[in-house]
Nanobody, 121 residues
Framework: QVQLVESGGGLVQAGGSLRLSCAAS????????MAWYRQAPGKQRELVAS???????NYADSARGRFAISRDLFKNTMSLQMHSLKAEDTAVYYC???????????????WGQGTQVTVSS
C-alpha cells in the first residue's frame, strides 16, 4: 500500500502565500505522475497542477502564474507553492500519485486525506 500525507494548509488573507507538501510512503516501487487537486464546497474535485516523472508540468488556468509545483523523485515528495491567493482558492487540497508497488504491478491512483486551505477576503 501507498500512503500520501499532505501538510501546510491553513488560513491566509487574500494576497498571501502558502506552501503545501505531500509525502508518499509505504511499499512504493515507483511513482509516475503526481498532482494536486482541490475541491471547494459544492463543487467537483478539479486538477490544480501536475508533474510527470520526467518533470513535465501542467497547470490549471486558475493556477498558472500564481502556483508552482515541484517534486523530489528520491524523497517521494511533492510541493505546491501558492502565491497571490484569492478567496476562490479556498478548498480542500488533495495530493494524488500514480504509483506501483512492484516492478510488474500496474500504476494505480492514490490519494491523500486532504488539507484545508482557507483564504479570507
Amino acid at each position: 500500500q501507498v500512503q500520501l500525507v499532505e501538510s501546510g494548509g491553513g488560513l491566509v488573507q487574500a494576497g498571501g502565500s502558502l506552501r503545501l507538501s505531500c509525502a508518499a510512503s509505504g511499499d512504493i516501487f515507483m511513482i509516475n505522475d503526481m498532482a494536486w487537486y482541490r475541491q471547494a464546497p459544492g463543487k467537483q474535485r478539479e486538477l490544480v497542477a501536475s508533474v510527470t516523472r520526467g518533470g513535465e508540468i501542467n497547470y490549471a488556468d486558475s493556477a498558472r502564474g500564481r502556483f508552482a509545483i515541484s517534486r523530489d523523485l528520491f524523497k517521494n515528495t511533492m510541493s505546491l507553492q501558492m502565491h497571490s491567493l484569492k478567496a476562490e482558492d479556498t478548498a480542500v487540497y488533495y495530493c494524488n500519485a500514480q504509483a506501483s508497488v512492484s516492478a510488474w504491478g500496474t500504476f494505480l491512483p492514490y490519494w491523500g486525506q486532504g488539507t484545508q486551505v482557507t483564504v479570507s477576503s
